[in-house]
């Protein structure tokens, strides 16, 4: 009877290292893909000795597991080499092709082996794309007014993001643009998961990176931190990316190779990274472990918050995971800069533990402009175009971050999160309406207001998080600070989920009450933005995004069904059922060819 039990009990745990989609696939399908995650290195319990390159010692202890996961594969599966993709170091993981039952049961059975899970793609959250783009005003150097929402040229006379990497997983970039081209960093600076060695030098698969991009280091007054560098790694091949590329990303950001993945080099990681990229549907913890690393080594991880507002509980994924910084979007049709963008997604989100604990998320954690915000356009190296969705409002948030490391280097994740939550805009911001208009007061969707059973008078709240960020009050004086300049009221929100052995929690560990900011030893920016230069082609006064192929565009498009409000009759919404299009925007075609 014991011995039965045990074997009873044995085969129960085998059976819950795979997951329920890949058990299903296998009843579907007699070969499967799959990624199996082993036991190894736990980032954080690693100790970093001052001064030290915290990238290169989790790479290298990271790196040694690889050698233990190998040998594994080897002893359980026949044909190894055409069954491993790809090995991730950095979340200590294989991503396989082509596997039997058989091949499923012999990993599952093994001691080294966490779990198996399904293999998946992630689509973009197509952007609105204003067709009527434009170029700046005659006055080049003027601050957007998302540049100028934020705080940020307030703070230029101190730190402008002088001497901070910056990292974009996105589609890629025009690295020739006017705008960017100044501060690329060249040395290892560009990775293309999918076409190798091919692209040396870093090429849009769509337009939505060079957009991005812009909106953090962009010059001409696009960007929040002008002078930082960038690198960009392209995760998503026109508006979809794959688990592997997305696991390549994540490792480039950290230690940056060469162009076909040789060589790495932690020194030159990144410090901040852009992810205006995820995906609808239950929670997914595939990239917790990348950016678990990431924040052990100083990297800040800022994800948007997705485009499937104004519902409650519509946060996607990886922005709805704890402890990264997912934004919302502000703005309007006319750039309203206190109302919270109908589109922006709202939470809250619900993580089950592997005990069965349930976890209630407050997302997002922070808001920023994200409508029809103008940066660069990679149809026109010269040229700008404006977008509207949270794609947009996370880098606002990056280039934050990339002035407050400016400021001072060491920042840890949970300061930098203090810094930004604590002083956040709050009593300015306008209440969810009773319903969501277009300009002509054409409905869009009903208001959702209190999601989750949080008060939107309490912070943080779903739909605007702590508030909107404001980085001309942390560093007003030249100095970090944690206070606002005015103390708004702040009620302590108190969530009620109906599951059993539930908690709730904000995004991340609380903020401390007080952080005390380290000296910066910095020497401040100068006041004055070099200017455009002269002598270039002066941008057109109407932009519009190139089609696919070379028919022309018809001046009638019939919609397709969204599943939501109906889009006007000359509107063409990409069918993701999340925001309704404007009146008077034609969407980016896809399809792009880099």
């Given at each position: ?11 129960a745990?085998?059976?819950?290292k795979v ?25 954080n ?20 597991d ?26 200590g ?13 012999k990993?599952?059975?093994n ?9 998946f ?71 293309n ?11 849009d ?9 812009g ?46 993945g ?19 549907g239950?929670?997914?913890d ?138 956040a ?47 001309g ?46 000296p ?61 299009c ?6 980016k ?6």
């Open positions: 009877m014991k011995v039965a039990v045990a074997l009873s009990f044995m085969a745990v085998v059976q819950a997951s329920v989609s890949v058990r299903r696939e296998l009843e579907a399908k007699p070969v499967v893909d799959a990624i199996a995650y082993f036991y190894g290195v736990n980032v319990t690693l100790a970093f000795t001052e001064g030290e390159n915290r990238k290169q010692t989790l790479f290298n202890a990271l790196n040694n690889v050698v233990t996961i190998e040998s594994t594969l080897k002893s359980v599966l026949d044909n190894v080499e055409r069954k491993v993709v790809h090995t991730s170091w950095l979340i993981a294989s991503f396989l092709t082509g596997l039997t039952k058989e091949d499923i049961e990993l599952s059975k001691p080294n082996v966490r779990k198996i899970t399904g293999r793609t992630t689509t973009l959250d197509e952007p609105l794309t204003d067709a009527a783009s434009t170029t700046l005003s005659a006055n080049e150097d003027t601050p957007q007014w998302g540049v100028d929402t934020v705080g940020a040229p307030s703070i230029w006379k101190y730190f402008t993001g002088k001497g901070v990497v910056v990292g974009s997983i996105d589609t890629g970039a025009a690295y020739s643009h006017i705008a960017l081209k100044d501060n690329w960093r060249s040395n290892k600076g560009w990775f998961p999918y076409n190798g060695t091919a692209h040396p030098l870093p090429i698969s769509a337009q939505h990176g060079t957009h991005t991009i909106t953090i280091v962009g010059k001409y007054g696009i960007g929040v931190a002008p002078d930082a560098q960038w690198i960009s790694c392209m995760g998503l091949y026109v508006n979809s990316g794959d688990d592997v590329s997305l696991a390549k990303c994540a490792e480039f950001m950290v230690c940056p190779t060469r162009l076909d040789t060589h790495p080099e932690c020194k030159l990681g990144a410090d901040v990274i852009n992810n205006s990229w995820g995906g609808q239950d929670y997914d595939f990239y917790e472990a990348s950016i678990t690393a990431w924040r052990a080594v100083g990297i800040t991880p800022i994800f948007s918050n997705g485009n499937s507002g104004p519902v409650c509980k519509s946060t996607g994924f990886p922005g709805g995971y704890q402890r990264v910084i997912s934004v919302g979007a502000i703005g309007s049709y006319t750039d309203e800069r206190n109302k919270l963008a109908f589109f922006s997604s709202k939470g809250p989100v619900v993580s089950k533990a592997a005990n069965g604990t349930l976890t209630t998320i407050i997302k997002p954690d922070i808001s920023a402009p994200g409508f029809f915000t103008l940066s660069a356009n990679a149809k026109n190296l010269t040229g700008y175009v404006r977008m509207a969705g949270t794609s947009m409002s996370g880098p606002h948030v990056a280039g934050v971050v990339a002035l407050l490391k400016s400021a001072q280097s060491d920042l840890t994740y949970d300061e930098i999160y203090a810094y930004i939550t604590k002083t805009d709050r009593d300015i911001l306008e209440p969810e309406p009773a319903q969501w208009t277009r300009p002509d007061g054409s409905v869009i969707a009903p208001g959702s207001p209190n999601c989750g059973g949080v008060s939107d008078k309490a912070w943080p709240n779903n739909r605007f998080g702590y508030g909107r960020i404001n980085v009050t942390i560093l007003r004086d030249g100095k970090l600070n944690d206070t606002p300049t005015k103390q708004p009221t702040t009620i302590l929100p108190t969530t009620t989920v109906a599951t059993p052995t539930t908690t709730t929690s904000p995004a991340t560990t609380p903020c401390p009450t007080n952080v005390t900011p380290k910066t030893g910095t020497t401040p920016c100068p006041t004055n933005i070099t200017p455009k230069p002269t002598g270039t082609t002066p941008c057109p006064t109407n932009i519009t995004p190139k089609p696919t192929g070379t028919t022309p565009c018809p001046t009638n498009i019939t919609p397709k069904p969204t599943g939501t409000t109906p889009c006007p009759t000359n509107i063409t919404p990409k069918p993701t059922g999340t925001t309704p404007p009146t008077n925007i034609t969407p075609p896809t399809g792009t060819t880099p």
